[in-house]
């Protein structure tokens, strides 16, 4: 964010203020209040991450975890026990979360990400997949369950080796997916990252919007 005053007028010290922003802002940036006047837009907000790749721009992209890049097609086991990967949710928009019950501000998260899954979870074109890192699994769903939250955890085979696994039987680091923990991403119906987050997002729930704004796209 950035904020600009003792200018001319108010509406160079916005101009300004979108300017210094947009020099480190993957996207562009959306004016909040202009002197004492909120002029935030909820609606072009929602819209943030437009445009959406098309399929066959998808289908060209790398491979990484930068915004624009296709995930890597990671694997794990869900809740029950049965093989997924990210390839299988096409058509969906998919969160992951690597996060560990060892990791505070993991934790400090957890209740409010746990809100937005619970207003999205019924809703098909979502889907949540929530993998511990450095832990056995046993022990993350032990530490939520006193929690009193109710979030299906992947198996992803991390555990204290920080190893994942891919869909081709190929390993990866864990720090090559999340560098630090939690990190979080979003990727859109066809694969490709959106947002990507490293350590803690402030308001889960403030996501909302966007995210029904992605999962509303078509090509």
Known sequence: WSWRGDMATPELAMRAALADCGGYARRPCLAYALDDRIVFEPRVWAQAWRPYPSAAQAGSASIGVKPGQRFPDLSWRDAGGRERKVSGYRGRI??????????????????????????????????????????????????????????????????????????????????????????????????????????????????????????????
């Open 94 to 219: 998919l969160i992951l979360h690597f996060w560990g019950s060892w990791c505070p501000p993991c934790r400090h998260e957890m209740p409010d990400l746990h809100t937005l899954y619970a207003r999205l979870q019924a809703d098909s074109n979502f889907r949540f997949v929530f993998l511990p890192v450095r832990e056995p699994t046993a022990q993350s769903r032990a530490w939520l369950r006193d929690q009193g939250l109710d979030l299906p955890l992947a198996d992803a085979g991390g555990g204290k080796q920080g190893l994942f696994r891919l869909s081709d039987g190929r390993q990866v680091a864990d720090r090559d997916l999340a560098r630090a923990f939690p990190t979080s991403y979003v990727l859109d119906r066809n694969g490709i990252v959106l947002f990507t987050q490293v350590g803690p997002v402030a308001d889960w729930v403030a996501l909302e919007p966007l995210l029904r704004d992605a999962a509303g796209a078509r090509d």
